[in-house]
């Protein structure tokens, strides 16, 4: 008799630990009644023998068919969840239940333990948090001054929250509205000024490392887009960078402010020199629309995103691809750097939230439902599990918005910390304040609310 496995569910979305799927307890069984005919002892078609660890292990004539810690790139697990009839496994038969599928997928992630009492192939990694020192500038607190009057257009309603950052280096946070940028403290959600963006919406919003610059890029769709560089402290405009023929979805500013990257609809990353405006480089890899870049906080990667799931590392200087990130199923709608450059977040339409291993592209935290649908108080809309938005606070902790309507806080190891509902609308926007206990979000009414939280 097979021996049963306890399914954790946990209300946040992230088991504390898989139980402990072995090949030779719970595989073998699901191996012996689907597979065996025609990759056992007697037989092994693709010269693949699925009849003991060893073999499994070793793989057929296409290669290794099992990579621990990595069910999604694992050609086993592809191939009896592939959605295709025609080349799923086994053949011309019924898929396998969904119990059995996520018993080979727990065993897969584990690390393809031969017994109970077996190591985990996956090698441990240390993904520890270690605050990077930052030099003083010993100039102000980069907070506004006084800025150019200006009187934000009227609309008939609030519009939905599509960007907001928090300033690294002064309590401060920047919120999107119809042509223009508000500034708010971020200890008490007063608002301490506004920015004039004429040229339409304002769709990503980033802070320089120094928080004395405020990268904005946006546009109108169909119409035009572009980056803006603003003086935080005076309001001036510092420079504009593209000249697109729709809005921009992505963008950034590197961490010396030499570059400056950005992407949308026309599928390609463009890089462009801030010293002359001239274009440096493209990133043409992508097949579909960019939703996300990032540089490192150290600036030797660039991080961007597209609608189909992809994500890709480049080298910031020279274009050169570095790594090619592939667990996301659907778009991918956020990309954030932990502050020490060792840690790469995604969250995607799929409802996975990642933690990557910048060094060599391995996902050392998967969380596959970060944001279950679940009806939060006050929330009426459909319910889906999706990640919207993303962003790490000063500790390595990680604040999200997701489509469930709440916004969540984790630790630096990807536990979760609280469960904060949006009431009445989807949080589009997470931010976390300099102090790390102010957390912030902005939803698609409009609305920009903030929360207090004790330190973990």
């Known amino acids: 008799m097979r021996p049963a496995i306890p399914f954790l569910l946990v209300a946040s979305g992230l088991c504390a630990a898989e139980p402990v ?18 990759h056992g002892e007697d037989e092994q078609k693709g010269d693949l023998n699925l009849s ?14 099992v990579v621990a ?3 999604s790139t694992s050609l086993l697990y592809q191939a009896i969840t592939n959605a295709d009839d025609a080349e799923r496994m086994p053949p011309k038969k ?19 333990r031969e017994a109970t009492g077996s190591k985990s192939l996956v090698s441990a990694r240390d993904t520890s948090f270690k605050p990077a020192v930052m030099a003083a500038d010993g100039g102000p607190v980069p907070m506004p001054g006084k800025l150019p009057e200006f009187v934000p257009p009227a609309t008939k309603r609030l519009l939905p929250v599509v960007a907001m950052a928090a300033s690294p280096r002064a309590p401060l946070v920047a919120v999107a509205g119809h042509e223009h940028i508000r500034l708010l403290d971020a200890a008490t959600a007063e608002s301490v000024g506004t920015l004039a ?16 610059v405020l990268m904005v890029a946006g546009g109108k769709p169909v119409q035009s887009g572009s980056v803006a560089l603003i003086d935080v402290m005076s309001g001036r405009r510092l420079a504009t960078f593209g000249d697109e023929t729709d809005a921009v979805q992505a963008a950034d500013l590197s961490p010396d402010q030499t570059l400056v990257a950005l992407g949308g609809s026309g599928k390609v990353v463009k890089v462009y020199g801030t010293a002359d405006g001239k274009l440096r480089y493209k990133l043409t890899k992508h097949t579909d629309w960019i939703t996300a870049v990032a540089f490192s906080p150290d600036g030797k990667s660039l991080a961007s ?3 189909s799931g ?13 790594l090619t990130l592939a667990e996301h199923k659907a778009a991918v709608r956020a990309l954030g750097w932990r502050s020490d450059s060792r840690l790469l977040a995604s969250g ?11 060094r060599d592209g391995w996902p050392t935290i998967t969380n596959t439902s970060a944001h279950p649908p679940a009806r939060p108080a006050g929330y009426h809309g459909k319910l889906q599990n999706g990640v919207l938005s993303l962003a790490f606070g000063p500790k390595g902790e990680l604040v999200s918005g997701g489509r469930d309507g709440f916004v969540r806080l984790w630790s630096s190891e990807g536990r979760a910390l609280k469960a904060l509902p949006s009431e009445g609308a989807l949080p589009l926007q997470t931010s976390i304040a300099l102090d790390g206990r102010s957390l912030f979000m902005g939803d698609a009414s409009g609305r920009v609310r903030s929360w207090s939280v004790a330190p973990e």
């Open 197 to 212: 963006y004429p040229e339409g919406q304002p769709n990503v919003i980033r802070f320089s490392g120094d928080g004395r």
């Open 348 to 358: 995607g339409e799929d409802g996975q939230l990642i933690w990557w291993d910048a």
């Open 52 to 65: 003991n660890q060893a073999t499994v292990l070793k793989g057929g004539s296409g290669g290794v068919v």
């Open 305 to 307: 995103a597209d609608r």
């Open 94 to 112: 019924a898929p396998l239940p969904a119990a059995q599928v996520e018993l080979i997928r727990q065993w897969i992630q584990g690390g393809l």
């Open 69 to 71: 810690g990595r069910a």
């Open 21 to 38: 799927v072995s090949y030779e307890e719970h595989i073998r069984p699901i191996f012996r009644e689907h597979c065996l005919k025609c």
């Open 310 to 322: 992809a994500i890709h590392l480049w080298d910031p200087v020279n274009g050169g691809i570095l």
